[in-house]
């Protein structure tokens, strides 16, 4: 199978939500058969029954929200491809690794094709929760750290057309240290400007909090939440000082190697 045929798979041309699909993380995938990545797909519990009327997103780490999003395409969703990160043939010199989240892509879209799903399907966007990690940036490294921004999703008013009137936020349980350390449930500030459009519209949005190794909270119950409005909403400069602080390429994604000084 070829990165092509993957990313197809993915994004079949009659889908409804195909055109929403990123194309950037495929672009390097060449992997042969003994190098397929082994998917843990586990039965999903936070959500109890399939919903038409319900969009999902993933914003887990890596692989994670690959194998997510693949358990809820057995329940009858289709999942959306949102990474817009690129991955280098280099791989120690990536910002962000995401040569497991890449692999993950290759194995699930064989996992995929064996599942039949609508053409119509509710939705389930995929994002890898570690796309704005900076650590370790420096000359020479290849700084794919990557956001999301309103238009890389659906407007409220298409997904309103659909009879999409509820969407849900799967993310993971993040630690934070302030005086002592605690746990909290975190939506990164990318995110946030797209729900608060939603919610803006009257789209109902929930949460769910997975949980990790660090912190069990005993449940994963999908709850109602009310989005603040973000820092800087609607402006010109929040996209700007975003853009400015991230390494576009001629492609369109994110990924640009930082240059060298020059002394």
């Not at 399939?50 to 329940?75: C, G, Q, W």
């Not at 064989?110 to 939705?123: F, G, V």
């Not at 934070?176 to 519209?201: G, M, S, V």
Request: glycine share 4%.
């Amino acid at each position: 199978m070829t990165n092509i045929e993957a990313y197809r798979i993915w994004a079949p041309d009659k889908a409804l939500w195909t055109e929403w699909a990123k194309p950037v993380l495929f672009t390097n995938m060449n992997f042969s058969n003994s190098e397929l990545f082994i998917l843990k797909i586990h039965n999903i519990s936070w959500l109890k029954i399939y919903n038409r009327n319900t969009a999902v997103i993933i914003d887990l780490p890596e692989e994670k929200s690959v194998e997510e999003s693949l358990a809820l395409a057995y329940m009858g969703y289709r999942p959306v491809p949102l990474y817009n990160g690129v991955c280098t043939h280099n791989l120690k010199n990536m910002i962000i690794d995401v040569s497991n989240l890449s692999k993950a892509l290759y194995a699930g879209a064989e996992q995929l094709s064996s599942i039949d799903i609508k053409d119509d399907a509710p939705p389930v966007f995929m994002l890898d929760s570690g796309r704005m990690k900076a650590w370790g940036r420096s000359p020479g490294m290849y700084d794919n750290r990557w956001c999301i921004f309103p238009q890389d999703m659906p407007s409220a008013s298409f997904l309103i057309k659909q009879n999409i009137n509820k969407v849900i936020i799967r993310t993971e349980l993040t630690k934070t240290f302030f005086a002592k350390i605690f746990y909290e449930d975190k939506i990164q500030h990318d995110l946030l400007h797209i729900l608060y459009r939603y919610q803006e519209a009257g789209i109902s949005i929930q949460l769910s909090c997975a949980e990790n190794t660090a912190v069990k909270r005993g449940n994963e119950e999908v709850k109602d939440i009310t989005i603040s409005k973000p820092s800087r909403y609607k402006s010109l400069t929040y996209r700007i000082s975003v853009i400015m602080g991230l390494s576009r390429n001629a492609t369109g994604g994110f990924g640009r190697q930082i240059p060298e000084q020059r002394n």
